[in-house]
């Protein structure tokens, strides 16, 4: 069993059908996925996304708006869906704390990292909100950064395809799903597991990323508890594959 994960979701996941907005349906469905988790001891830190609600690349694209200001939105959406999360996790009788990257003592607690840890030891989920806290940084990077610094041994992108393809397979037909890889080959320009950033990042501390079907029921327990890999992609060292 993994003691310690981090599970990154993309806010369009708890998206309404129309792309936007907070499903209540798919917030049940996640803390039912992450309930057995917390329930079998395993420490569950998240990270989600903000696409959903606004993007800052799509925000500034106009040239109304600038890249920075557009990115400071989207940590701030960021921050909605992890209370979003929390309330969601609460009612399902999990303990949970929001930390964020920007400092709104009003709403959440500020990000410190040994008091995260803390949390986490104590069973508590941590859902760490506003990205890195900075601009030009994606969600999956702020995501590798916190799982980097608790410690955590695997990072899962939970997302809407189950693992990584040659091309995309929503696109494609004929994509073929690559079950392992290594760091290298996930930085080719074909293979869109994370952005460079996060995927050197993971690298430099050798910390497997794993790609999944969250929509698939018992994913995540199977990846997490069983620690069976077969439903998934991971990215690897190379001398481990
Ligand atoms: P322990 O130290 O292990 O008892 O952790 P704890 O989080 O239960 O204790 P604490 O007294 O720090 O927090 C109690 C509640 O207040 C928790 O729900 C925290 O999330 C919340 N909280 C703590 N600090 C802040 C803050 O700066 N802002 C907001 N909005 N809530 C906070």
Redesign the pocket.
Known sequence: MIKRVLIKFSGEALANEDGHGINSNTLKYIASEIKPLTDNGVEVGLVVGGGNIIRGVNASKEGIIRRSSGDYMGMLATVINAVAIQEALEHFGLKV??QSAI????????FIVR?AI??LE?G?IVVFAAGTGNPFFTTDTAATLRAVEIGASIIIKATKVDGVYDKDPQKYPDARKIPVLSYEEALKDNIKVMDDTAIALAKDNSLPIVVCNMFEEGNLYNIVVNEDFSRCSIVKDKESI
């Open positions: 704390r929001v400092e709104m003592n009003e709403i959440c607690e500020p008091r803390r949390h104590k508590r």
